[in-house]
């Protein structure tokens, strides 16, 4: 007798959209388990600044890698990838369906399709760029990217320096762009995918995402920023939400100033997850405010012609 086909619904969008909201409704429609591809939620220490869910969301449904890690542990996509594809092997062992939820592009692709392979580089060229970003700031970095590939410049995460060094060693190593060794074909996986996709106007996607940041520093984020004070180096707090706020505590910025960048920054990389998850082959998309009985319908369409062919 065939094995059941196994379904991985995959939510995708811009930050402040609605992802998590429409991923429990589907968790409980499916009886199922939660996946996130939120890099930032990994860590247990962030939490206000990177809009994870709350408690009463948590509780809605059982949810895996959201405050797993340590913003003292060394964790990056391949570690993700290996862990992701082990947890959902035992969550399929319970259930036919499993959600997907996050606005990190780079997790959710390694899931649904494995890494890419990149040659290996000299070491040195790491280094190099790491001392070219302590004494020349990120910004140099930034220009060396735009100049070398100006693809990966418009769609990786430009502001953490890990993704941009990573970028240029390879530009640097091969000669080639960074972007020429991805999209290479997928790895067989276990499981189909339906990927789901929220949008909305760009304007109204930028309200939304000014509210929340408002939202976040109401509900205490200058507090859990001056908690981290002590770890403002380690490079899972060199993210938006933080790292504005750490250089008003340095005296740099006026809050005012701190909490408009959060919001200016927060902004580019929604545009940015938008031109990653354009790419996204086979996705069904949907206004922020469709009803979500109309995206289980069309789920639901889906899986009846999978299981018929």
């Not at 969008?13 to 939620?41: C, V, Y």
């Not at 509780?59 to 947890?87: L, Q, T």
Request: proline residues 3%; hydrophobic residues 35%.
């Amino acid at each position: 007798m065939k094995a059941k086909t196994k379904y991985l619904i995959s939510i995708i969008g811009p930050t402040a959209i609605g992802k998590t909201s429409l991923s429990i409704k589907l968790a409980e429609h499916f009886n199922t388990e939660i996946i996130s591809a939120d890099s930032r939620q990994f860590f247990k220490e962030m939490q206000i600044g990177t809009a994870a869910p709350t408690i009463k969301e948590l509780a809605a449904a059982n949810h895996h890698f959201i405050h797993h890690k340590s913003i003292h542990d060394e964790y990056n996509v391949g570690s993700y990838e290996r862990d992701a594809i082990d947890k959902l092997d035992s969550l399929f062992n319970m259930h036919n369906v499993v959600i997907m939820v996050g606005g990190s592009g780079l997790y959710v692709d390694a899931v649904i399709k494995g890494l890419d392979d990149f040659p290996d580089v000299s070491p040195n060229i790491r280094e190099h760029l790491t001392k070219q970003l302590k004494n020349e700031g990120l910004e140099s970095l930034q220009k060396q990217l735009k100049d070398l590939d100006q693809t990966s410049y418009n769609t990786i995460a430009i502001d953490n320096p890990h993704r941009i060094i990573r970028a240029l060693e390879i530009c640097v190593g091969t000669g080639k762009p960074y972007s020429s060794f991805l999209n290479q074909p997928k790895k067989q996986r276990n499981f189909e995918t339906i990927t789901i996709g929220l949008f909305a106007e760009r304007e109204l996607i930028y309200d939304r995402i000014n509210k929340r940041v408002d939202i976040m520093v109401n509900e205490g984020l200058l507090d859990e920023v001056k908690s981290l004070i002590p770890h403002k180096n380690l490079n899972a707090l060199n993210t938006v939400g933080y790292k504005e706020i750490f250089k008003y505590f340095d005296g740099e910025w006026s809050l005012d100033f701190a909490i408009s960048e959060i919001k200016k920054n927060t902004r580019r990389f929604a545009k940015r997850q938008l031109t990653w998850f354009k790419k996204s082959e086979g996705a069904h998309w949907f206004d922020y405010l469709a009803e979500t009985k109309q995206i289980i319908e069309t789920i639901k369409e889906k899986l009846k012609d999978d299981k018929s062919k």
